[in-house]
């Protein structure tokens, strides 16, 4: 039951996109996203009058493939296809660095609503979310491409889309402050502003306002993200700080009433998200006990959304989270099967091998870790910036082994690959770890 609070913005949805258009939704395929061409999409908005919706994704991500498989297919966006023009940016292929330069893109999945007229960005999300928040994001994007969004939420959107966080926490803490909860902009105000304080690392303003907020929007999709954030907040105040203790406490009671709540309209990625957050506070308190516990109910959930998938890409969404609670439980062997399974049924997709290649690693059995990684390295889409963290894995893999000599040649050839990737796609810090571990080696 969503929350009377947010009735008039349902309302207002209900209206901005004819949502009673059964026979769209009834054929409804899936948005029609152009793949990789942002000089197309410009084209086409230009010439439609329309913006357009970007989804900055990379192929590993499973929140991005969470989207593309449960939300972006739901028949309830289907009466807005023709709103936009729909453009998704795989950030690791090297044509697309030009527009992560412009557009920043700090974590994945993220998206951006663009005015192709000045191709400047006028709504940045971060984060999943449920086809119904989808369609109040687009609903104020709407707005905000025909210039309808108040002045200075308009000035905050536009510094935190274009990745100025700190300038943007100062004009979205004025817009909270004087918000009416029942605005449409609310929850994104309260979420934009949770991101931007993460990235400035202010957890005490970020903790008060997690629980501040979540009491308001506790029956809503975004309470998953907001108990997630106000709990990571809490977990990394300094020990010394007196309210750290009650904090956590009170943040992990929330977080874990949403997490086993299944009247919220909160998808299944975002539960396992706010497991990772439950289990990182059991860490900060040193409970064992309680540490596995909550593992064990995670990996217990997503086997269960995993089983209930209704196709193998749809299942395969879970692979990354269910290989890390079961590495977590100290049991990888577990993950074999399913990663097998889904390496059987993607043939050309790296990231079954190269996860099996971490489980293997994981169950000190190199041989199979070695093939696996190498099996990986040889898909499609090695091209960018993910070969790094395959290649470094098989470093570790031989390093296990014991293959000195090999382990060397691994981390090298990372090191070109790395110094020689566009810019907006290398990670100088990255090459830097992987310089100072080949220089611990010693001479060859």
């Given at each position: 039951?969503?929350?009377l609070?947010?009735?008039?913005?349902?309302?207002?949805?209900?209206?901005l996109?004819s949502?009673?258009?059964?026979?769209?939704?009834?054929?409804?395929?899936?948005?029609?996203?152009?793949?990789d061409?942002f000089d197309?999409?410009?084209?086409?908005?230009?010439?439609?009058?329309?913006?357009i919706?970007v989804?900055?994704?990379?192929s590993?991500?499973?929140?991005?493939?969470?989207?593309?498989?449960?939300v972006?297919?739901?028949?309830?966006?289907a009466?807005?296809v023709?709103q936009?023009?729909w453009?998704?940016?795989?950030?690791?292929?090297?044509?697309?660095?030009?527009?992560?330069?412009?557009?920043?893109?700090?974590?994945?999945?993220?998206?951006?609503v663009?005015?192709?007229?000045s191709?400047?960005?006028l709504i940045?999300?971060?984060g999943?979310?449920?086809?119904?928040?989808?369609?109040?994001?687009?609903?104020?994007?709407?707005?905000?491409?025909?210039?309808e969004?108040?002045?200075?939420?308009?000035k905050a959107?536009?510094?935190?889309?274009?990745?100025?966080?700190?300038?943007s926490v100062?004009?979205y803490?004025?817009?909270?402050?004087?918000?009416?909860?029942?605005?449409?902009?609310?929850?994104r105000?309260?979420?934009?502003l949770?991101?931007a304080?993460?990235?400035?690392?202010?957890?005490?303003?970020?903790?008060k306002l997690a629980?501040?907020?979540?009491?308001?929007?506790?029956?809503?999709?975004?309470?998953?993200?907001?108990a997630?954030?106000g709990?990571d907040f809490?977990?990394?105040?300094?020990?010394?700080n007196?309210?750290?203790?009650k904090?956590?406490?009170?943040m992990?009671?929330q977080?874990y009433?949403?997490?086993?709540?299944t009247?919220l309209d909160?998808?299944?990625?975002d539960?396992s998200?706010?497991?990772?957050?439950?289990?990182?506070?059991?860490?900060?308190v040193?409970?064992?006990?309680g540490?596995?516990?909550?593992?064990q109910?995670?990996a217990?959930?997503?086997?269960?959304?995993?089983?209930?998938a209704?196709?193998?890409?749809?299942?395969a969404?879970?692979?990354s989270?269910?290989?890390?609670a079961?590495?977590e439980?100290?049991?990888?062997?577990k993950?074999?099967?399913f990663?097998?399974?889904s390496?059987?049924?993607?043939?050309?997709?790296?990231?079954p091998?190269a996860?099996?290649?971490?489980?293997?690693?994981?169950?000190?059995?190199w041989?199979?870790?070695?093939?696996?990684a190498?099996?990986?390295?040889?898909?499609p889409?090695?091209?960018?910036p993910?070969?790094?963290?395959?290649?470094q894995?098989?470093?570790?893999?031989?390093?296990?082994?014991?293959?000195?000599?090999?382990?060397r040649?691994?981390?090298?050839?990372?090191i070109?690959?790395?110094?020689a990737?566009?810019?907006?796609?290398r990670s100088?810090?990255?090459?830097?770890?992987?310089?100072?571990?080949?220089?611990?080696?010693?001479p060859?």
């Amino acid at each position: 039951m969503r929350s009377l609070l947010r009735a008039p913005l349902l309302i207002a949805a209900a209206a901005l996109f004819s949502l009673s258009c059964a026979s769209a939704q009834a054929s409804f395929k899936g948005l029609p996203f152009i793949e990789d061409d942002f000089d197309a999409a410009v084209a086409q908005a230009k010439q439609k009058n329309v913006p357009i919706f970007v989804d900055a994704t990379a192929s590993w991500c499973h929140s991005c493939i969470s989207m593309r498989q449960y939300v972006f297919t739901d028949a309830k966006l289907a009466p807005i296809v023709d709103q936009f023009v729909w453009l998704e940016l795989d950030m690791e292929e090297p044509e697309n660095a030009v527009f992560r330069t412009k557009y920043p893109v700090e974590a994945f999945p993220t998206y951006f609503v663009i005015d192709g007229r000045s191709e400047k960005p006028l709504i940045r999300w971060v984060g999943g979310c449920s086809a119904d928040r989808v369609l109040e994001l687009l609903g104020e994007a709407k707005l905000a491409y025909k210039g309808e969004t108040p002045e200075r939420l308009a000035k905050a959107d536009a510094l935190y889309a274009e990745g100025k966080n700190d300038e943007s926490v100062t004009l979205y803490q004025e817009v909270f402050d004087t918000a009416d909860p029942r605005a449409p902009y609310y929850a994104r105000t309260v979420e934009s502003l949770l991101f931007a304080l993460s990235v400035k690392g202010d957890n005490e303003r970020g903790v008060k306002l997690a629980e501040q907020t979540l009491p308001i929007l506790r029956k809503e999709s975004c309470a998953g993200n907001i108990a997630a954030y106000g709990l990571d907040f809490a977990v990394s105040l300094p020990e010394d700080n007196p309210d750290r203790a009650k904090l956590m406490a009170d943040m992990e009671r929330q977080a874990y009433e949403i997490v086993k709540d299944t009247s919220l309209d909160l998808a299944a990625d975002d539960r396992s998200g706010l497991y990772i957050s439950l289990l990182g506070a059991r860490e900060a308190v040193h409970d064992d006990k309680g540490y596995k516990m909550i593992a064990q109910e995670w990996a217990t959930f997503l086997d269960g959304a995993a089983a209930a998938a209704p196709t193998p890409a749809a299942r395969a969404v879970f692979d990354s989270h269910r290989l890390s609670a079961y590495i977590e439980l100290g049991e990888p062997e577990k993950a074999i099967s399913f990663l097998r399974q889904s390496e059987s049924d993607f043939p050309d997709n790296y990231n079954p091998p190269a996860r099996l290649a971490i489980a293997y690693k994981e169950m000190k059995q190199w041989d199979d870790g070695i093939a696996a990684a190498e099996r990986a390295l040889s898909k499609p889409g090695m091209e960018g910036p993910r070969r790094l963290l395959i290649m470094q894995n098989l470093a570790d893999l031989y390093a296990g082994k014991g293959d000195k000599q090999a382990e060397r040649r691994t981390i090298e050839a990372a090191i070109a690959h790395g110094e020689a990737l566009r810019e907006g796609a290398r990670s100088d810090s990255r090459v830097a770890s992987l310089k100072k571990r080949l220089e611990a080696m010693g001479p060859a």
